[in-house]
């Protein structure tokens, strides 16, 4: 495989996953490296805001669970049962001291960790739908930073494909009867607005 063939395989690979082998345990070590690549990122002004709690301990792990939504197009899937739940959590802070709007960043670090993980047989999901108030009261004493965004990670225990949106334009996903994942995307053609090229 040619290196941009292998990266495409990466990037296509890196799909949301929310059901894991919870017994597989995601060292400590493996998220110290992955937040080695967010550190290694791009940072608007080289400013470095963001900060990381890491939890790889089934106690913490019990207590983040609750403060997560899961897939909310699967209306009639409330997340993913014991036995299926991430083995392991990056939850992403902010220090509003450094910078008040780290957004930008936060995509940029969040996509880099979702990257290592699959290249390291990880999957994950980035959860912005968190009872922020009750993660914080979890976490403890945050003083000056924001909670951003929640990866879980662990081994996948999910099939996700990915699927052509079709002319209705509809972007949700979908459960298939087997249990597989289907993410629509957009096509290249209506997503380049405008191409110059001599
Ligand atoms: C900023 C951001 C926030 C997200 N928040 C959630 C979330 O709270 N819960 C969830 O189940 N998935 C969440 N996702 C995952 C998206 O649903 C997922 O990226 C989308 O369905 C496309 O699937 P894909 O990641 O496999 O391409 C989030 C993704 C991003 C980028």
């Known amino acids: 495989m040619t290196d941009t063939v292998a990266f495409r395989h990466l990037v296509r690979a890196t799909r949301s996953v929310r059901r894991f082998h919870e017994d597989r345990a995601v060292e400590r070590q493996a998220l110290v490296e992955l937040i080695d690549l967010a550190r290694l990122s791009a940072s608007g002004g080289n400013k470095q805001p963001l900060k990381y709690v890491l939890s790889c301990a089934a106690s913490m792990n019990a207590r983040i669970f609750p403060c997560l939504s899961w897939a909310g197009y699967l209306k009639d899937w409330p997340g993913p049962r014991k036995g ?34 699959t290249a390291r047989g990880l999957g994950g999901c980035m959860l912005d739908s968190v009872n922020r108030r009750e993660l914080r009261r979890i976490l403890g004493p945050l003083h000056g930073l924001e909670i951003l965004l929640v990866i879980a990670l662990g081994t996948p225990r999910e099939e996700v494909v990915i699927e052509t949106v079709g002319p209705d334009g509809d972007i949700r996903y979908w459960r298939d009867e087997r249990g597989v994942h289907h993410v629509p995307k957009r096509q290249i053609d209506d997503i380049i607005v405008a191409s110059y090229s001599d």
Do not use: F, N
């Not at 083995?87 to 509003?96: F, H």
């Not at 936060?106 to 996509?111: D, E, M, N, R, W």
């Open 84 to 117: 299926e739940r991430p083995a392991a959590y990056i939850v992403i802070l902010g220090d509003t001291a450094i910078r008040a709007d780290c957004d930008r960043d936060l995509g940029i670090a969040a996509q880099s960790i979702m990257l290592g993980s």
